[in-house]
């Protein structure tokens, strides 16, 4: 048994020696006993002839506490969204033996961050990081861009461009959602109903997902659609504000309004307060995420929920096996997503 090219050792390069995955042999680094005794011989046979034994060794990959660590990396606010799916990732990796570390990044002006988002990457590279798991990012430059350019593997949570072979991926089925958020309002009665997305990221694959789930449901209920209908904003709270005061301000405002998340949604209830309109009885309102702010709403939000912490567990272990030098079973891996009808819903009554 031998680790190839006389290089280093790394944990991904022990694992592969072994036949097993990083997962295995940090449980073996932490004396964990869920690993059989032919399999743990092996791996510490590796471990002792390439000098790569014991807790807190100062061995690349590991933290102080010898565990292997997987950076995750999210871009701006800390929404409920990214905490979702941070809750899922450090899940999996608490049963995987995994530290995860967590990067708040600024998104690099065009054109004016390739040299620091590479000297990011390098620097994630030397502190040992096993893999990188990248949450809603654009695969065309910045920060996503010297990734995948990079030493490290690599994993992708909702992509803002469409898949690639080249970068492994997770997601959810959009397309879907919007189809059944839309499908749920005119099933109530409603045939005026508005979409407000993502203006921020237009062509994003996960918003223009939505959307055509919206239209596709609109066209097979034989509803020509309304161009003043569909808003764009950030995707926050204070755009369904703005975007959804410009539609229920309109001389024949929708009796119903999707959201292309749940703080839009929220800010769009908020809107329909300010011009006391109650929700539902005279606009209803459906989100998308079902992050706990859906919950706390008043009335609550029927929304669509992706499984965002089903989302992150399956974004860590994709990354560990592609860090063991594994193929994943598809390079893109999409979760169903399913309606949660709550309070936020009625038939039209204008």
Known sequence: MSVPNGRAPTLASVAASAGVSVATVSKVLNGRDDVGAETRARVQALLEQHHYVGRGSGAAGLAPDGRPTVELVVHGELSG??????????????????????????????????????????NLAKLGRIAVIDVVDDLRHGDLSALIRGPLPLVVIDPLNLPRREVNSVGTTNFAGGLVATGHLLSLGHSRIAYVGAEAAPAAAYNQARMHGYRAALATAGIAETEAYVRRGRSQYEDGIVEGGILLDLAQPPTAVFAATDETAAGVIEAARLRKLRVPEDVSVVGFDDTPIARLLSPPLTTVRQPLREMGRVALLTALRVAAGEDPASYHVELATELVVRGSTAPPTR
Request: no cysteine.
């Open 81 to 122: 969204y990214f905490l979702n799916v941070l809750e899922g990732v450090l899940d999996a990796g608490a049963d995987a033996g995994v530290t995860v570390a967590v990067s708040v990044r600024a998104r690099p002006k065009p054109g004016a961050g390739g040299k620091r988002s590479s000297a990011w990457v390098r």
